[in-house]
């Protein structure tokens, strides 16, 4: 799991009986270089006709009016709070029409204005006052209006024993804790939150104090950290990760109870067996988990057992073996959190309790990660209603499906946004006088093509980005896109290079119908559902390239007709 991203600045200014709201995009935040940097998101605000420093002007509290100037306001929230793989998707030229990128996306740019207006709600007149209260209620009506339609639903195990997560449960109420949830079993995900009561946006769903975090406070004040401190090569995570090892079998841990609940395996990729692997075989997600556990293979080899043979009694061997070592970084893989403490030092962390919120592509909880420099504590709060019964979810961050199967052992419900094929291509792509939609690399990437909402010439529902870059590469002197022979003759060629370049990946990937599903491993059925996901992103890309070459030979006819006629 991961902490949100910095939120866009925000500000409010007052003016006699009107009210500006400002709109900035942070230069702290850590993606704003590389956007800046390309200049892409600059010119997707431009386009749109706002800038990276916007002023909305509310005049009335009039709920039309409200509501008008709301929808302008989120327009640029959005793309305020685009991430990397929504920037790469987004159109860039000023007739497109998307007004919405993802559901995270949605959901983080109606609570960043709403945190705004509940922040300038102080000092002002009281005309001043009912414009942002009526605000306020129709930022309201829109996250609820969008909950209602993006819940997941859940089912809950009735029968399945609870008895270690209540424990725990009670071990965190007894040592500060807070919550409104519960712990059950849901069908198809394990151990999940389920809300004890209605939860309104805003309301605390859990509070953890401080002193039951596990970071690397706890190795510093262990009987390992001076023999661990002395190896330069050695990050705190390692350091927790080894103390975690040892942790786990101590009867007299403070966090006896946390370790008791947590499964003995995790079933996260890096526990696939070979017919998985074999399942995967020639897919983005064999390389990443081939990668990761040769890494973390070489990591122990080189790490853990001069630790057990120079020190036995701090590392006792039959803890330290490489199934052990998996397993907790399955654990910190799957469980971690970063997060940001008062002294400003942000670190990674176990959070016991919190870690029973699962993923979700609909969150209830999305920024997250800091903690209360008054209360010392924790906060997990709503950014979207919940119902008493309902399923909390929390969302880790903007990962593939490959990336959760990788680390976290599952696949989310719903349309992943950020399921992308990435693209190696070969050759320059030259200069350009609008670098905004040129990529300075030639790693591009590819998603399922029912997310995008135009499939009209030059466009297909493929990333404009990655047209654009094969345009420059084909003709590199043809600059505009326009309805003349030699700009489609261009397109057609484009069109058929990625043809084959997805007709062959699609053969890779092989017959769906020979894989047997039923009499399966955990392991196998999840390569099986990666690969499903796979072929369908690939077939819809299949599908707009077929369909775009129709759409282009139609208007070469029409293009070479004319010139027939003229």
């Not at 431009?46 to 002007?57: A, D, I, P, S």
């Not at 209602?148 to 639903?153: E, F, H, L, P, Y």
């Not at 070592?325 to 002294?343: R, V």
Request: proline share 4%; charged share 25%.
């Amino acid at each position: 799991m991961e902490v949100d991203k910095p939120l866009p600045t925000y500000g409010a200014l007052e003016l006699e009986e009107s009210f500006f709201v400002f709109l900035e995009l942070p230069e702290s935040d850590s993606f704003f270089d590389k956007k800046k940097a390309r200049k892409r998101l600059f010119n997707l605000l431009q386009k749109k006709g706002f800038n990276t420093k916007e002023l909305c002007l509310l005049r009335s509290s009039h709920p039309d009016l409200i509501r008008t100037s709301l929808k302008i306001m989120l327009q640029i929230a959005r793309i305020i709070n685009l991430d990397e793989v929504e920037l790469y998707f987004s159109e860039n030229d000023a007739s497109s029409t998307v007004d919405f990128y993802s559901p995270r996306n949605e959901i983080v740019s109606l609570n960043s204005i709403l945190r705004l207006v509940e922040n300038s709600l102080d000092g002002h007149t009281q005309m001043q006052k009912n414009i942002l209260e009526e605000l306020r209620n129709a930022i309201f009506d829109m996250i609820a209006n969008f909950s209602d339609k993006n819940n997941v639903k859940s089912v809950i195990v009735e029968d399945h024993c609870c008895d270690e997560e209540r424990c725990l449960l009670q071990w965190g109420e007894a040592n500060g804790m807070r919550s409104r949830l519960g712990i059950a079993y849901v069908e198809g995900a394990g151990r999940g939150a389920i809300a004890r009561e209605d939860l309104k946006v805003g309301d605390t769903a859990l509070e953890i104090p401080a002193s039951l975090i596990i970071s690397e406070e706890l190795v510093k004040k262990s009987d390992m950290f001076h023999i661990l401190e002395k190896r330069s090569e050695m990050s705190s995570e390692t350091m927790l990760l080894l103390w975690s090892m040892k942790e786990k079998h101590s009867n007299n841990s403070k966090f006896k109870v946390y370790f008791d609940t947590l499964p003995e395996e995790f079933n996260t990729g890096l526990s696939f067996g070979f017919e998985a692997l074999m399942v995967l075989d020639e897919t983005v997600l064999f390389e990443e988990i081939m990668q990761a556990k040769e890494h973390l293979q070489v990591q122990y080899e080189q790490l853990v057992p001069p630790l057990f043979n120079e020190h036995p009694d701090i590392f006792p061997p039959e803890l330290y073996t490489w199934e052990k070592f998996l397993w907790a970084c399955e654990l910190w893989y799957s469980n971690s959190m970063k997060i940001m403490f008062p002294d400003g030092e942000l670190r990674t962390c176990l959070v016991p309790i919190a870690s029973f919120l699962n993923h979700s592509l609909y969150p209830h909880v999305t920024s997250y990660g800091k903690v209360d420099s008054t209360t010392n504590t924790l906060k997990f709060c709503l950014s979207r209603p919940c119902s008493s019964g309902e399923e909390c979810f929390l969302s880790y961050g903007n990962f593939s499906s490959s990336h959760l199967i990788s680390f976290y052992g599952f696949v989310p419900k719903g349309e992943n946004p950020d399921d992308a094929i990435p693209l190696e291509l070969e050759g320059d792509e030259g200069d350009s006088e609008d670098d905004s939609c040129i990529s300075s690399t030639t790693t591009h990437m590819v998603r399922g093509t029912w997310f995008s909402k135009n499939h009209n010439i030059f466009h297909y529902g493929l990333p404009s980005t990655l047209l654009d870059y094969l345009r420059r590469a084909h003709n590199p002197i043809l600059q505009a896109k326009t309805l003349l022979q030699e700009s489609l003759e261009n397109e057609m060629e484009i069109l058929e290079q990625l043809r084959l370049i997805f007709d062959d990946m699609m053969d890779k990937l092989g017959d769906a119908d020979l894989e047997d599903r039923e009499n399966s491993r955990w392991d196998v059925k999840l390569a099986i559902e990666f690969k499903d996901i796979q072929r369908r992103i690939v077939s819809s890309i299949l599908t707009s390239c077929h369909s775009g070459l129709d759409l282009v030979k139609d208007n070469l006819c029409m293009c070479m007709a004319e010139d027939t006629r003229g």
